[in-house]
Structure formats: structure tokens, C-alpha cells
């Protein structure tokens, strides 16, 4: 097998394991908009082995480039990619471009997961702060006369 091949082999493998994570990080976006706990516990377990996978294959990528000679990252994948035929050079690019506009696309989705998380963090924090009788969005003035956001209240919990 042809360094060339072998390269190939190892994109398309990230190409394949990406799109695989795209997919389960758009279906962990639904189950976290649709706060079904189950299939974010399956989404999470999925993710995880699919990213050690992907870490693997970019691990595989950096020896076979540096075993031809070049840097492990993106100029020695370009000097690589410069060293080929006209043909080997394009599916190179394509199968590239395809590989970085994957990543992007997993990148956002993730970033929005964890937004979504974080939002969810802030709305179960505030109605615990809430139960608790203890209300920061409210400012006043504490029994010192100082200014503080922390009114303490009777509990909620405790009045059930």
C-alpha cells in the first residue's frame, strides 16, 4: 500500500467517525431540547468512544506523515498533499476540505450542546436557590444595612 493510500485511508476513517459524532451530537441537541435524560445518557456514552477513535486515527495520520518525512501537522500534511500527482493531490484536498467543514460542524454543535447544558445548569440553580429561600436576582439590604442579593427567606422546602 502506497503512502498515498494509506493517507486516504486514515481520512476517510476520520471522515466516516465525524460524520458518525455530528449525527450523535445532533441527536444529543434533541434530547437536550426535549429534556429526555435517557437519551442523553446514550448520546454521552455514545460520543465517547467515537472521540477516542477519532484521536486514535489522528494519531495514525501524524506517524504516517512523519514516517514519509514531514511534519505531523497542517504544513506537513500540505507539503505531503504538494508531493502528489495532480489526481492523488485533488482527492486529497476534497477529502480534506470535507474533514475540516466536518469538524466545524461538530465544533458548533457541541458548542451549542453546552450552552444548552448551561442554560439548563442556570434554570435548575436559580430554582434551587429559589426552594432553598435564598432568591439572587433580588437585592436588598442585609440586617447590617449592607447591600447584598441574598435575601434569606424561609425556605420553601422547609414550609412543605
Given at each position: 500500500m502506497t503512502s498515498f493510500q494509506q493517507l486516504y485511508s486514515v481520512l476517510q476513517a476520520e471522515h466516516r467517525t465525524a460524520q458518525q459524532l455530528l449525527e450523535i451530537l445532533s441527536s444529543e441537541r434533541e434530547a437536550l431540547v426535549h429534556s429526555d435524560p435517557e437519551m442523553m445518557v446514550k448520546m454521552t456514552a455514545s460520543k465517547q468512544?467515537?472521540?477516542?477513535?477519532?484521536?486514535?486515527?489522528?494519531?495514525?495520520?501524524?506517524?504516517?506523515?512523519?514516517?514519509?518525512?514531514?511534519?505531523?501537522?497542517?504544513?506537513?500534511?500540505?507539503?505531503?498533499?504538494?508531493?502528489?500527482?495532480?489526481?492523488?493531490?485533488?482527492?486529497?484536498?476534497?477529502?480534506?476540505?470535507?474533514?475540516?467543514?466536518?469538524?466545524?460542524?461538530?465544533?458548533?454543535h457541541n458548542q451549542i450542546n453546552g450552552g444548552i447544558v448551561n442554560v439548563n445548569r442556570q434554570y435548575l440553580h436559580r430554582a434551587m436557590s429559589i426552594l432553598r429561600g435564598r432568591d439572587m436576582e433580588v437585592a436588598s439590604y442585609g440586617p447590617g444595612g449592607e447591600y447584598t442579593n441574598q435575601i434569606v427567606r424561609q425556605p420553601l422546602i422547609g414550609r412543605v
Open positions: 468512544p467515537l472521540i477516542v477513535q477519532l484521536e486514535q486515527l489522528s494519531r495514525q495520520r501524524a506517524a504516517l506523515l512523519q514516517a514519509e518525512g514531514f511534519s505531523s501537522g497542517k504544513d506537513g500534511i500540505a507539503a505531503f498533499i504538494a508531493n502528489q500527482s495532480e489526481d492523488e493531490a485533488a482527492k486529497l484536498n476534497t477529502l480534506m476540505a470535507e474533514l475540516k467543514s466536518l469538524a466545524a460542524a461538530c465544533q458548533d
